[in-house]
């Protein structure tokens, strides 16, 4: 193995490392928004009754569907 080869590695493994590290952060970004929503509509159900109960549930199952992928909240 020449230096060449060393270096492409090198620099593949500094690629992957970059999108691994942003796929990261895209994650931990993305559940801390579905944790605070999760949360508030928690709060909401638990203030309401009647039918804006049944709202703030329908909304509640609708945010775990956008998990999904190609599901939008």
């Known amino acids: 193995m020449n ?3 060393s270096l492409s590695y090198f620099l ?3 690629v ?3 999108v691994v590290a942003l796929l990261t952060v895209a994650l931990v970004q993305f559940f801390g928004e579905f944790k605070k929503e999760l949360k508030y509509i928690n709060t909401e159900i638990r203030r309401t009754d009647g039918r804006e109960r049944k709202h703030w549930k329908k909304q509640k199952r609708k945010l775990w569907l956008s998990l999904l ?3 939008r909240y």
Do not use: E, S, W
Request: overall charge negative; glycine content about 0%.
């Open 69 to 71: 992928p190609f599901y």
């Open 3 to 5: 230096t060449q080869d």
């Open 12 to 14: 593949f493994a500094v």
């Open 16 to 18: 992957i490392l970059f």
